[in-house]
């Protein structure tokens, strides 16, 4: 019986090689779509013999209230410049649901749960913590690009136990502009109080991603993914 998800977002999917034994769904940032990250599968340069599935998927399109009401690829809605403050909780509970969906999917193809990586980048990088956090199985990792810790506040009773020696990745840009460095450590810290691992890293750059960042993110993958 295939129990695969029908309603399931539509996603980038490229393969390392035959018959995949890890997948990476990567969530991109607000008003971009999957094809965002498609340039970083060969920037990794993973071990050829990891046999990689890298899902990326797109954010469905609706209105985000600090862009004045706009219509684009959004994971929930930003009501104002101040991100932990009103919160949009069912927009992010829906597309928690809709990433634990791609997992089901990715499972229901042959990978087990602790092969599988959530990653993302900003407001990507937030549904990819918040889910992973909460999901039933143990994942391999979570990586967190320029982001931070939604709902935090709700952590604490909505988090699973099976992932709670998840290793997470959090990068961060000294210059970001758009999600502060201080919003990004304070996230950080949250997790380390709640006795989370977090691997940190702070560059050079403003929002964005940069060559350095690429290579330890490459390294931290080559130690998760066994």
Known sequence: MNNIPTDILPSIVIKTGDQPTHSIIWMHGLGSDGNDFVPIVEKLNLPSDLHTRFVFPHAPLQPVSINNGAVMPAWYDISGQILNSDEDVPGINISQSAV?????????????????????FSQGGAIALHTGLRYSDKLAGILILSSYLPLADMLVTDAHQSNSSTQIFMAHGHKDTVISPDMALSSKQKLLELGYSVNWNMYQMEHSVCKDEIADISEWLKKILV
Do not use: F
């Open 100 to 120: 634990e969906k791609l997992i089901s999917r990715e499972k229901q193809n042959g990978i087990k749960p602790e092969n599988i990586v959530l990653a993302g």
